[in-house]
């Protein structure tokens, strides 16, 4: 008897401690056991950045003449109107050039900058904060320093007078206007993507670097045999936000310069948008043209990525 109660404690299995509790394994991720987290996300995204595009649609197909009118179904009468109107061709004209003329400078200047400051020269630190000043002035605040710069008595022909060069209207004049409002944008835009430029680059390692140097690589060679190949990709990206910015925030710029003068010559499509819509409350054809930049942004951002891809 006493050997059997012996062995009875031996023989039984190991509970284990007393405060182990066996839990279920749980399988999957976050995302599989709690798909209601992205849920708010979605609305969101659906609301307010789907739901204005489908609107945009809708109404390009409606005649509404003001907010406060009834509007009714105008079919394909809007682009018929848009694509017979000679404003509309100039718009596009002046849109074509800002992209290809402005877009490249932009991009070529900012990774050139970009390449300068990540050779770590004397207050490169100092050199990222100013290049990122044009993006932390307004608008409003850019156009001023602009228009005292380029009106009649301006900074401008007042620096070309004591030269003997006679000075210009600039923003009044056809054939100068335009690139006036190019050159806002530059100074507007290449700060900001020098910045965003160089923070790919400071990814290149030194080794490859220095291996470059040792070969007998100069600075020209090493920004555009070696740099520029590795960053080619994301520089691609800011040159998509870069190219929609131009498209479609133009607008504002010349509101504030311009108003689309003179003759036209500065009428971008952004701006025709806004001017069909809140100027002469024709709101069928602004959301026609602004269908017709939607898709001329489509296409751009897949012409630069397929430029602009990666090649090592």
């Known amino acids: 008897m006493t050997?059997?109660?012996?062995?009875?404690?031996?023989?039984?299995?190991?509970?284990?401690?007393?405060?182990?509790?066996?839990?279920?394994?749980?399988?999957?991720?976050?995302?599989?056991?709690?798909?209601?987290?992205?849920?708010?996300?979605?609305?969101?995204?659906?609301?307010f950045m789907i739901g204005p595009v489908v609107a945009m649609f809708a109404i390009a197909f409606l005649s509404w003449p003001g907010m406060l009118a009834t509007p009714e179904p105008a079919g394909l009468d809007n682009f018929a109107r848009v694509f017979a109107d000679e404003t509309f061709w100039a718009a596009t004209t002046n849109s074509a050039i800002q992209i290809v003329v402005g877009l490249p400078i932009m991009i070529g200047v900012a990774f050139l900058l970009a390449f300068y400051v990540v050779q770590k020269p004397r207050g490169h630190r100092?050199?990222?904060?100013?290049?990122?000043?044009?993006?932390?002035?307004?608008?409003?605040?850019?156009?001023?320093v602009f228009y005292a710069m380029l009106n009649p008595d301006g900074l401008v022909n007042g620096a070309l007078r004591p030269l003997g060069l006679e000075g210009n209207e600039w923003l009044a004049d056809p054939t100068t206007a335009l690139g006036a409002i190019i050159a806002v944008e530059l100074w507007s835009g290449i700060g900001y993507s020098a910045v965003l430029?160089?923070?790919?680059?400071?990814?290149?390692?030194?080794?490859?670097?220095?291996?470059?140097?040792?070969?007998?690589?100069?600075?020209?060679?090493?920004?555009?045999?070696?740099?520029?190949?590795?960053?080619?990709?994301?520089?691609?990206?800011?040159?998509?936000l870069q190219f929609l910015s131009m498209l479609f925030n133009s607008a504002q710029t010349v509101l504030l310069l311009t108003q689309g003068g003179p003759e036209n010559a500065t009428t971008?499509?952004?701006?025709?948008?806004?001017?069909?819509?809140?100027?002469?409350?024709?709101?069928?054809?602004?959301?026609?043209?602004?269908?017709?930049l939607f898709v001329i942004g489509l296409v751009g951002?897949?012409?630069?990525?397929?430029?602009?891809?990666?090649?090592?």
């Open 3 to 47: 050997a059997l109660l012996d062995a009875g404690p031996r023989d039984a299995p190991d509970a284990g401690p007393p405060d182990a509790v066996a839990r279920p394994r749980r399988h999957g991720s976050v995302r599989d056991r709690f798909p209601g987290l992205a849920l708010p996300a979605l609305i969101w995204y659906a609301i």
């Open 268 to 292: 971008t499509l952004a701006y025709l948008i806004y001017r069909k819509a809140f100027v002469e409350a024709d709101l069928g054809y602004s959301q026609a043209v602004g269908v017709i």
């Open 197 to 240: 430029i160089a923070s790919r680059l400071d990814g290149v390692e030194q080794e490859v670097v220095q291996a470059a140097r040792l070969d007998g690589a100069d600075d020209w060679r090493l920004a555009w045999r070696m740099y520029w190949p590795i960053a080619r990709d994301f520089i691609g990206v800011v040159a998509m």
């Open 126 to 144: 100092l050199l990222r904060y100013l290049l990122f000043i044009p993006a932390l002035i307004s608008a409003p605040a850019t156009a001023m």
């Open 301 to 312: 951002m897949w012409a630069i990525r397929r430029t602009l891809r990666a090649t090592h």
